[in-house]
């Protein structure tokens, strides 16, 4: 059964990716019920790992924003393998070519961004040599939530799709 598809919509300003969500005006998609990647007695309930999320393309970038709920955020320097992160999978193949993603095809079809917020605020990308030039991304922490905003080229898009893009997945 086919996934819902929802419009990519223009932010109504400029963003900024820096971390803060003073540029998006809602979130709008909750997960209250996260899938969780951890030892499962460590998983606290619903606010333990919530999260939402957006996204948006002003022709220049597409824009992903996740915020982040965690009773413990784990970001020490030297140890980002163990750290509390956020994978976003972008799939910008045309829909004819798209046929589920497939760990053995991360980044030559698909990217996967795995964003893990820094211990001095800056992000940590997993495998930043696999993924398209110009990809801009940024993360804050603060209290028990942290911010992850990604920016991916949108040559990147048109670089799969052509100049008349029209979706991603």
Same mark, same amino acid.
């Given at each position: +059964?086919?996934?819902?598809?929802?419009?990519?919509?223009?932010?109504?300003?400029?963003?900024?990716?820096?971390?803060?969500?003073?540029?998006?005006?809602?979130?709008?998609?909750? !997960?209250?019920?996260?899938?969780?990647?951890?030892?499962?007695?460590?998983? +606290?309930?619903? /606010?333990?790992?919530?999260?939402?999320?957006?996204?948006?393309?002003?022709?220049?970038?597409?824009?992903?924003?996740?915020?982040?709920?965690?009773?413990? !955020?784990?970001?020490?320097?030297?140890?980002?393998?163990?750290?509390?992160?956020? +994978?976003?999978?972008?799939?910008?193949?045309?829909?004819?070519?798209? =046929?589920?993603? /497939? =760990? /053995?095809?991360?980044?030559?079809?698909?990217?996967?961004?795995?964003?893990?917020?820094?211990?001095?605020? +800056?992000?940590?990308?997993?495998?930043?040599?696999?993924?398209?030039?110009?990809?801009?991304?940024?993360?804050?922490?603060?209290?028990?939530?942290?911010?992850?905003?990604?920016?991916?080229? !949108?040559?990147?898009?048109?670089?799969?799709?052509?100049?008349?893009?029209?979706?991603?997945?």
């Amino acid at each position: +059964q086919p996934l819902p598809s929802y419009a990519l919509v223009r932010p109504e300003e400029t963003i900024d990716v820096d971390g803060a969500l003073s540029d998006w005006d809602n979130l709008a998609f909750n !997960i209250d019920s996260p899938i969780v990647d951890s030892d499962p007695f460590a998983h +606290q309930g619903p /606010s333990d790992g919530k999260f939402n999320f957006d996204l948006r393309h002003d022709g220049r970038f597409i824009y992903l924003c996740a915020e982040v709920v965690d009773d413990e !955020i784990f970001v020490k320097e030297g140890e980002e393998f163990w750290h509390d992160r956020v +994978q976003f999978l972008v799939d910008a193949r045309p829909l004819d070519e798209v =046929s589920g993603v /497939s =760990s /053995s095809r991360a980044f030559s079809d698909w990217l996967l961004l795995r964003v893990v917020p820094g211990a001095k605020g +800056q992000a940590a990308l997993y495998r930043p040599d696999r993924l398209p030039k110009g990809i801009q991304v940024a993360t804050k922490v603060r209290g028990k939530r942290y911010v992850v905003e990604v920016a991916i080229p !949108i040559s990147y898009v048109k670089s799969l799709q052509g100049e008349n893009w029209e979706s991603i997945r």
